[in-house]
């Protein structure tokens, strides 16, 4: 399973009453697929822009589960620096 677009909304953490992380879950499985299926960038991309994998904007790349690799790395980053790892116009 591929979920496809992971971001800090689609995350939902349980503390218990002093605070402490008792699980973590993804949520919002709507765009999410398998991992058999042949996906190519372009007509395949879906998401967020912020969180995406560089594979997925280019048209007739191929792309796999590395994509989720590739948010989880770029939610971490936003945790520990307060920002996006990657701001622009384009």
């Keep these: 399973m591929i979920h496809f677009d992971l971001k800090p909304q689609n ?3 349980n503390l218990d ?3 402490i992380i008792n699980d973590v879950r993804i949520c919002d499985f709507g765009l999410s697929g ?3 299926q042949e996906m190519k960038g372009g007509r395949d991309s879906r998401g967020t822009i912020h969180y995406m994998a560089p594979e997925m904007l280019f048209h007739d790349v191929k792309f796999d589960k590395r994509i989720d690799a590739w948010a989880l790395g770029v939610i971490l980053y ?3 620096t307060g920002n996006l790892p990657f701001v622009g116009a384009t």
Excluded: A, C, W
């Design 34 to 36: 398998t991992t058999e």
């Design 17 to 19: 009453f002093i605070g």
């Design 78 to 80: 936003r945790l520990i």
């Design 11 to 13: 995350i939902l953490v």
